[in-house]
């Protein structure tokens, strides 16, 4: 769960906007830019039992891949 302080509001759309904006139209590449930018922000060793962008990508493949933490 993230918390976002509604004081800031404003200048988090204008940075969503201006990203949204730089990326093509492409759900794919969209939600995995998101899922990057979530591992990098939120700091991926504090993700106990979310999968990662690396972990579904190897499962999509055919592998099974658990990570302990």
């Known amino acids: ?11 988090v759309e ?3 906007q201006q990203i949204l904006d ?17 591992e990098r ?5 504090s ?3 979310v999968s990662l962008l690396q972990e579904k990508a190897s499962s999509q493949k055919g592998e099974s891949k658990k990570v302990g933490r």
């Open 1 to 11: 769960m993230v918390w976002v302080d509604n004081s800031n509001e404003d200048k």
């Open 14 to 16: 204008k940075y969503v």
């Open 22 to 38: 730089i990326l093509p139209d492409n759900e794919q590449i969209r939600q995995a830019v998101l899922a990057k930018l979530t």
């Open 41 to 45: 922000v939120l700091n991926t060793d």
């Open 47 to 49: 993700l106990e039992g």
